[in-house]
């Protein structure tokens, strides 16, 4: 999973190699050769997964051509989850817009997003779903944000390795850019990007903490949840503020224990 | 040949019908298909073959999925120069560079270039060569200036469906900011961004929430709010989510006034 991309490329090394796609679910092997081919075309070198339903394929290797290495080193795990517990930014590419509450970016946005946070340190994965149904509404939720590719309303059918390839056409050209700038910003101990299991801790013990107060006092609570992982998105999180937002929602589910004990004991 | 793109898509179909994609040569029918399939996702519907190998084929339809109109109406022709022999301008795309002395640009100069042609009136050629061997330099000849996708110097091998991918989405991106040049974007009302002054009633109302879920147990409180006022203003936050954040500090207020009221009962 490690594999740098060549040396001799103009590209950073180091910050491609915190740059990997994860494939969910794909149907037909050959759109997994043709997404690694994209890939290696673009200086990039890390593919995941995720439960793809018929692989591996001599049509992966087939359409792969000169980039069965990247097919090799590629790990396949059960779930997105899986895939991504160790990212700092998880990019989910969609075909339709507005399905989940997601901040929606083009993909010339997220690959600066991507690189940006590759440069500074961070994992990155930008995930693609099933050929024909996408993500679930669940995998998005484990996305801080959407890409959507400005396709014909007409007929928005991208084939799955030409959004692989369109995408990682527009990280090859970011970091591109980012290798002709001459210095990298150092990143104050403070400033850690938080990773995806901090955040979905915070959000594990958000959702706790709005059920313990009463928020959503009979309403369904998924509305809300949507809204404040978008907020929180936007926020991009340190693992500083992760630690001082569960502290203040330790403290809110105390006073809510503590009401739940005296409190509606007074009223009864 | 001059099957406009539908009028419902937001580029301007006069522009978009002046551009065409050439395939000379094209060995696999499968790539042919692919290509007409990035054109159609992109919006654009005009695709000359030139003396392909194996055409017409089953294969090339099947890979073209819904975009089988366009193979429909692609014309085949013997040669490059009848191809293009009423165009105004004429792009070459090429792997290796330098081959010949033409100009060269990167997909999105020649994107500018092309659409700023077709705007103008003008007639303009996208010319991709052979799968193995690209353009000889006869055909190279024909063109005014050659286009050059940044790939990986060590595995610059781009499936010929996925160079014609990256150019059509760059064509999208051009016709796209041609035809958003005169309009604004509408802000949706949820997007409305908080005015300064509801922003501050939400930090005056976390302040005093704090207090009274005890969040400081002593310490001084400027550098946790600090702290918030930093992480919500990387999250640039809407009314809405204001509305939705002082919704859950009211009832996390709640619940410290009937720990207090019952709570501290219990303990006396």
Same mark, same amino acid.
């Given at each position: 999973m490690n594999t740098p991309v060549s040396p001799t490329d103009s590209l950073s090394p180091a910050t491609a190699a915190r740059l990997r796609v994860v494939l969910v679910?794909?149907?037909?092997p050959g759109n997994i050769g043709a997404a690694a081919r994209a890939l290696k075309t673009m200086g990039l070198a890390r593919l995941v997964l995720v439960?793809?339903?018929?692989?591996?394929?001599e049509e992966a290797y087939r359409r792969a051509a000169g980039a069965d290495d990247l097919l090799g080193d590629a790990p396949v795990v059960a779930t997105l989850a899986e895939a991504v517990a160790d990212c700092h930014l998880v990019l989910g590419c969609t075909?339709?817009?507005?399905?989940?509450?997601l901040e929606e970016h083009a993909p010339r946005q997220a690959a600066a997003l991507a690189v940006g946070r590759a440069t500074a340190g961070g994992e990155v994965a930008l995930v693609f779903g099933r050929e024909?149904?996408? !993500?679930?509404n669940e995998e998005l939720q484990l996305c801080h944000a959407a890409v959507h590719?400005?396709?014909?309303?007409?007929?928005?059918? !991208?084939n799955l390795a030409a959004a692989v390839q369109v995408l990682a056409y527009e990280m090859r050209l970011a970091l591109l850019e980012g290798a002709t700038a001459t210095t990298a910003e150092p990143v104050h101990p403070d400033e850690t990007p938080a990773s995806h299991a901090h955040v979905e801790g915070f959000f594990a013990q958000l959702g706790d903490t709005l059920d313990a107060i009463d928020f959503h006092k009979g309403r369904t609570p998924d509305s809300a949840m949507r809204k404040l992982r978008r907020l929180f998105a936007k926020a991009d999180l340190t693992e500083q503020e992760v630690r001082l937002l569960r502290g203040i929602l330790a403290d809110a589910q105390r006073m809510a224990r503590l009401a739940g004990q005296g409190g509606t004991g007074s009223l009864s």
């Open positions: 679910g794909t149907q037909h439960a793809p339903e018929d692989y591996p394929a075909a339709r817009s507005r399905r989940v509450q024909r149904t996408g !993500l679930s590719i400005p396709a014909n309303p007409e007929y928005s059918s !991208l």
